[in-house]
């Protein structure tokens, strides 16, 4: 079945710091990849998304890149700010198929201290 | 577009009594979705209704608890006999359709379920 890995529970930065998240998934199908972000006391809220036609989706300075030999889907963002922290949920959807069933993984914990 | 909104906020229940959960999916989305969220279990997807007929609802645990969409504007997921085991945030998100670029899951705030 379809799985994915975040290993990093909790990620503590500073300011304009750099921010890798790291996460690798596993299906037969045909994925598409999310980033969402889940702010306190709120639903997780969709980051970014890309499909196998576009590899690399970007959004409020965070992009991602889909690497089908790696079978990773790893964020980054180059400067984070107090505001980015949030729990980050790497999710995959293997929606050419009609499995709607997204897997979301474990989740990042990031906090940005000033 | 006010989002999916989901009531009550937070419910505190006792052991043994029953939980009735709302959710008002976006206007002219067509897939609603439950999901369960905590700590431990992180998210877990419990059940998927499209154009109001129940899909799957594989993520249900069985005995005692139920979804229901009898109309566009809401769905209810109702659990018997809370157990302590069943806290959690229950969320419900909904989406414009299934495939292609229209799979954008759009999530609620949650309600918070306490069993004491």
């Known amino acids: 079945g379809n799985s994915v890995t975040q290993m990093q529970g909790q990620v503590t930065l500073s300011e304009e710091e750099f921010l890798f998240i790291n996460c690798t998934y596993s299906t037969t199908g045909y994925p598409t990849l999310f980033w969402y972000v889940q702010y306190p006391g709120e639903g997780p809220q969709l980051l970014l998304k890309?499909?196998?036609?576009?590899n690399k989706g970007s959004s409020r300075g965070f992009e991602a890149t889909y690497d089908k030999g790696t079978t990773s889907f790893h964020l980054q963002k180059a400067s984070v700010q107090e505001s980015d922290s949030a729990v980050y949920y790497c999710v995959l959807g293997d929606l050419n198929t009609g499995n709607y069933k997204y897997v979301f993984g474990a989740g990042t914990r990031l906090k940005v201290i000033a | 577009n006010a989002g999916v909104i989901q009531t009550p906020r937070h419910k505190v229940t006792g052991k043994g009594q029953e939980a009735t959960l709302w959710c008002e999916p976006i206007s002219g989305h067509s897939a609603v979705f439950w999901y369960r969220q905590t700590i431990v279990q992180g998210l877990e997807f419990l059940t998927y209704f499209r154009n109001q007929a129940p899909i799957d609802d594989s993520g249900m645990p069985k005995e005692r608890f139920s979804a229901q969409m009898p109309n566009q504007s809401h769905s209810t997921l109702k659990i018997q006999s809370t157990q302590p085991q069943d806290s959690a945030v229950y969320l419900c998100?909904?989406?414009?359709?299934?495939?292609?670029?229209?799979?954008?899951?759009?999530f609620g705030a949650g309600t918070r379920l306490s069993v004491l």
């Open positions: 998100a909904s989406s414009l359709a299934w495939g292609g670029d229209q799979n954008t899951l759009y």
């Open positions: 890309v499909t196998t036609a576009n």
